[in-house]
């Protein structure tokens, strides 16, 4: 009997061990199949999420070959199998050098970064997993905005002309219909390509019509000024009129004194903006001093046959000293002109040598100007200022673009020349400026917009025109008349920007900078350059 009792406890103690030891096995495969079941879902949710973030690149690269690519700034998309969602990508396109929303401007206009993120519909607060991929890709078609762009057809007119007197174009040229590039006394080329890497531009002339070009002492033609080949017959022409901005009319005229203004940008609307004429100064003293034969006197002098050498001498009073650091010059003339009396100076007075009666009518004048500057301010956000009439400065003065923002100064005038600069005036510098060591500012920081329609045969009769040794930035856009900057036969004048316009004349040192043209002309984002799975 306790035999029997003490085996039965013995058999039930296996049974709960065996049935313990059963259990646990149990429990620990469960354990394992629902590991190997959550990990199965955890890289089947993982390769989903790649895929859609995957899905969005792929279509943002299709998006990027599609019309208005250049602008093409990214979306969300939803992905789905059928009727079932299976996530969202979330596309941002950018510039790759700026990381701000296309269109691009500068070295790298013609890249995008695509960041896709994808999102997987779960429910919970943290919601789905995610994954992020990068890719980088470069157009195959286009080009940079052109940093002279003709786009007007004047009977009689080239669109595009470049003086035989300039030859040191760094940019390239485009126009809708001709260019005429005249010929050059320099052995390196007149249109010249960037020397930076990558380049900005090749140096090279585009048209939709006829290009001819002078040569280098009038031959070998286009080959030895424009360095990166010339594209006669393009189609489609490569330049676009500029799109104007609406203007408006009134304001009130703003004269620039003796001392400088200061004006904020758009704060005023201003019908006109000129400087203060500086008086000449009065006539000078003209003192006769030891002549031989005088017989009259009033502003003249006659000479008579000489029989000795005859001593005339004038003194001209006050002194006028030339002043170029102050942007000033005297000037006594003698009229008519005389091989004998056409200059002088204190120290060696003109001595009319005649052999017989002569009249020699003296008419000294003297004339002065001032570096006088007008400052527009800015601050961080781009703002315009109006000019509904002309905007006309006077030789020596300066347009000063301070603070840090940008701004676009609109002229309004619809007919007649609309905005000038007489020699040695500066247009569009920073404060650092001087006469001797320029400092012009950025293009993307000075729009100018011009309204006129004025053009002909001589670059005064050019709705915008800048002369002999000015220094002119900016971005240009005159899209119904013409815009010329004449270095004159003996001067020069550099500018640094972009011009846009119907008619364009050249006759400075042109450096390209196209930051401030709007977009690029760059299309069809196809070449992959980069692909990273974050």
Not at 79 to 107: E, F, H, K, R
Not at 151 to 171: H, I, L
Not at 258 to 270: F, H, L, P, V
């Amino acid at each position: 009997m306790h035999l029997a009792a003490r085996e039965g406890g013995a058999m039930m103690m296996f049974v709960l061990m065996a049935a313990l030891l059963i259990a646990m096995v149990t429990l620990g495969v469960m354990r394992m199949v629902a590991g190997d079941v959550s990990e199965g879902f955890g890289g089947l949710e993982a390769v989903q999420a790649f895929n859609i973030a995957e899905a969005g690149v792929h279509f943002a690269i299709g998006q990027l070959q599609a019309a208005g690519s250049g602008t093409y700034a990214g979306e969300t998309i939803t992905i789905t199998s059928g009727s079932a969602t299976l996530g969202t990508a979330t596309i941002q396109v950018n510039c790759i050098d700026t990381g701000s929303a296309p269109p691009c401007t500068g070295t790298y206009a013609a890249y995008r970064r695509i960041v896709s993120t994808s999102t997987l519909p779960m429910n919970g607060v943290t919601g789905g997993p995610t994954r992020t991929i990068v890719a980088i890709v470069q157009a195959t078609s286009g080009s940079t905005p052109y940093g002279v762009c003709g786009t007007g057809s004047f009977p009689g007119y080239k669109t595009v002309r470049v003086s035989s007197e300039e030859g040191n174009v760094n940019t390239d040229l485009g126009s809708s219909y001709d260019i005429s590039i005249g010929s050059t006394e320099s052995s390196q080329f007149t249109i010249r390509a960037d020397t930076a890497s990558p380049q900005k531009y090749t140096g090279k002339a585009v048209a939709g019509g006829t290009i001819t070009c002078g040569g280098y002492r009038g031959s070998g033609g286009c080959p030895v000024q424009v360095q990166g080949g010339t594209f006669p017959g393009t189609s489609p022409s490569p330049c676009a009129p500029a799109t104007l901005p609406t203007f408006s009319s009134g304001g009130t005229s703003l004269t620039v004194p003796c001392t400088g203004a200061s004006i904020a940008a758009g704060s005023n609307k201003q019908s006109s903006i000129s400087w203060t004429t500086i008086a000449t100064p009065g006539t000078p003293t003209v003192t006769q001093v030891g002549a031989t034969g005088v017989t009259s006197y009033s502003y003249q002098i006659v000479a008579v046959p000489r029989v000795a050498d005859p001593l005339v001498i004038v003194i001209v009073s006050p002194a006028y000293v030339p002043d170029p650091a102050a942007c000033s010059w005297p000037m006594a003339k003698w009229a008519p002109a005389s091989a004998t009396l056409n200059a002088w100076t204190a120290s060696s007075p003109p001595k009319p040598s005649l052999t017989s009666p002569a009249t020699i009518r003296m008419t000294p004048s003297v004339t002065m100007a001032i570096n006088t500057d007008l400052t527009i301010n800015t601050s961080g956000t781009p703002s315009v200022l109006e000019v509904t009439g002309t905007f006309t400065m006077p030789a020596c003065s300066r347009v000063i673009i301070a603070g840090t923002g940008s701004v676009e100064l609109r002229l309004g005038q619809s007919t007649g020349q609309t905005l000038t600069a007489g020699p040695s005036s500066h247009f569009g510098v920073l404060s650092t400026d001087t006469q001797s060591t320029p400092a012009p500012v950025p293009a993307n920081r000075l729009t100018v917009n011009v309204n006129s329609n004025a053009y002909g045969a001589s670059p005064s009769n050019a709705a915008v025109d800048f002369q002999s040794n000015d220094i002119v930035a900016g971005t240009f856009n005159v899209p119904n008349g013409e815009m010329a900057i004449d270095g004159g036969g003996s001067g020069n004048g550099t500018f640094y920007g972009s011009i846009s316009a119907g008619i364009i004349y050249i006759g400075f040192s042109f450096y390209s900078d196209t930051t401030g043209t709007s977009g690029s002309t760059w299309t069809n984002f196809t070449n992959l350059r980069s692909w990273k799975d974050q």
